[in-house]
């Protein structure tokens, strides 16, 4: 697959953030052994998309981040996953902090001495599940132009900080639809658009403010506890025009500027980028007070926390939601006019200056278009969304079929890779399938709208509709699947219906089972062994006997 390698270097670094995969219980079950972030998608591990995304944008200073525990597996993987060991160089670089667990998050990751000491410029954050056909290049443009701070980007980094952030959001309700997909709330603000039409590929049409975000959850759980949802009358002032959107979710996809890192190290309490960095940040562009109280006017100042011990401006952010939404008539400080007035004034007296007061740089939303012809801009973070992106990614053209110059970056060379595998008499619907290296198809099978990885067997009058298979696994002769995912080296024995199934890894499916909607996974390793039942008993007894003393 080409790589825009050859673009100019952007100075910026990505760090891909590889969880635990909580989400994928019957493929995770161990992540030390099988980390998230190597679970295939359409035939290639899921790192591997957000790491073509940085070298379509142009970095190449890539970093891996995981658990200590993960290390060994994805560093396997790097060195002899055929599609990793083709990335072009520089090769990303893994670390595994020793303070980083299965429960870190996001954003105590960025307080990890070993991170912090990592990044050394403006930075982008992308977890390890993202499929994005978006070219990251045009969101970087989009972020230069509006929120990045020409005197920031061309200096020695001398204060004040004047660069803001930029994230991504995608609408949900589109095809395919992902029934119980995770939503966020956000509330946005028009931008002021230039007098001049943009060129058909900028994304700035689809940029605004973001104002307030948190989750979907979050949401429900306050308008619970308040019965409605009550909004500010400084936001109201700030931003006249507000969009509120239901219905999209946080693609986590992070621009950074350097001096978000002394923010999060000066208040403690932000665990998640997402909700809690990104929240407070848009919060802080219109609540009164707030710049100073999180301790981000002195940061953008230079100021650092060992010069300015006084805890009280520093910030707290255990601040109550009913604080910060209800409706006070105090009138803002003038260092918090709003982002739109403020940065572009900054921008417009003079191209090299710095502002002469500090104030609150822009965080922005882009959110992305749900037109079908969109480029696909999802996160993988479930089992129903693992199965549906790779359907629709088996979809694409190869490039066999389109020419490299033409073809989609996730397109693969071939659709079916070893035709030699498959014997006559077999139905394949190559135009929705995607079929890897050393696949044995036997005679009498039917495969449709699947995904087959490599080194798998497909037994005689076999039948497969929808389905994602992964490497090494075994299909017996005569079996019905449909809408199924089987982990890898996984077998299904001979004569079996399955429908709506998961099947763990090495897991061996008795013949002529028949299952629905279930989550087929071994129970070794949970059984109790003969101590912990005696000790049960024995809790048990003692039990009665306090009971019969009582």
């Not at 980390?35 to 790491?51: C, G, Q, T």
């Not at 980094?157 to 709330?185: A, H, M, Q, R, S």
């Not at 919060?283 to 002195?298: E, Q, S």
């Not at 890898?488 to 890894?505: A, H, N």
């Amino acid at each position: 697959m080409p790589h825009a390698v050859s673009m100019p270097a952007t100075g910026l670094q990505a760090l891909i953030l590889c969880g635990p995969g909580s989400s994928f219980p019957t493929f995770t079950s161990n992540p030390d052994e099988n980390p998230k972030a190597l679970l295939p998608i359409a035939n290639r591990p899921m790192v591997w998309y957000p790491i073509d995304f940085c070298y379509r944008t142009g970095i190449t200073n890539i970093t891996l981040i995981c658990p200590p525990s993960a290390s060994d597996a994805i560093t396997t993987a790097l060195n002899t996953n055929p599609f990793l060991t083709a990335l072009p160089h520089p090769r990303p670089d893994l670390v595994a902090p020793h303070g980083l667990d299965q429960n870190t998050g996001t954003a105590e990751i960025l307080r990890l001495p070993e991170i912090r000491e990592l990044i050394t410029s403006d930075f982008i954050v992308l977890p390890c599940d993202l499929v994005c056909e978006l070219g990251g290049d045009r969101l970087l443009q989009a972020w230069m132009v509006k929120a990045a701070s020409l005197p920031d980007l061309l200096s020695d980094g001398e204060p004040p900080y004047c660069n803001g952030g930029l994230g991504v959001w995608y609408e949900t309700k589109t095809t395919p639809p992902i029934k119980g997909e995770e939503t966020d709330f956000i509330v946005t603000a028009p931008m002021s658009m230039p007098p001049v039409p943009t060129s058909k590929d900028s994304l700035l049409p689809h940029l605004s403010y973001l104002t307030y975000s948190m989750p979907k959850d979050s949401l429900n759980d306050l308008v619970d506890q308040k019965k409605s949802f009550p909004i500010r009358h400084g936001l109201l002032r700030t931003h006249p025009k507000l969009r509120m959107l239901t219905t999209h979710r946080d693609a986590h996809i992070y621009i950074l500027p350097r001096w978000i890192l002394d923010f999060i190290q000066e208040n403690e309490r932000l665990e998640t980028i997402g909700e809690d960095v990104i929240g407070w940040w848009a919060k802080a562009n219109w609540a009164t007070g707030l710049f100073g109280k999180l301790g981000m006017k002195k940061i953008i100042e230079g100021r650092s926390k060992s010069q300015e011990t006084d805890k009280t401006a520093r910030g707290n952010v255990a601040l109550s939601e009913e604080n910060l939404l209800d409706s006070p008539g105090r009138t803002r400080e003038s260092y918090e006019t709003s982002p739109p007035a403020e940065f572009e004034k900054a921008q417009g007296d003079d191209l090299l200056a710095k502002p002469k007061e500090a104030a609150v740089p822009p965080i922005l939303a882009y959110i992305h278009p749900a037109s079908v012809d969109a480029p696909l801009l999802r996160r993988v973070d479930t089992a129903q969304l693992l199965l549906a992106i790779s359907l629709q990614l088996a979809k694409l053209p190869s490039i066999e079929e389109t020419g490299p110059e033409t073809a989609s970056p996730f397109a693969h060379p071939k659709k079916l890779a070893y035709p030699e595998g498959v014997k006559p008499r077999t139905t394949i619907t190559r135009q929705d399938c995607l079929i890897a290296e050393n696949v044995m198809v036997e005679e009498k099978t039917s495969i449709k709208e699947s995904v087959i990885g490599a080194n798998c067997q497909i037994k005689e009058g076999a039948k497969l509709f929808q389905c994602l298979l992964m490497d090494g696994v075994v299909v017996g002769k005569g079996c019905k699947l449909t809408r199924c995912i089987l982990g890898k080296r996984s077998e299904v024995g001979e004569g079996s219906t399955l429908t709506d199934c998961e099947v763990q890894e090495n897991l061996l499916v008795e013949p002529r089972t028949e299952d629905k909607d279930s989550k087929l996974m071994s129970s070794s390793g949970l059984e109790a062994s003969e101590q912990e039942m005696q000790e049960a008993l024995d809790g048990i007894d003692e039990g009665d006997e306090s009971a019969m003393l009582e």
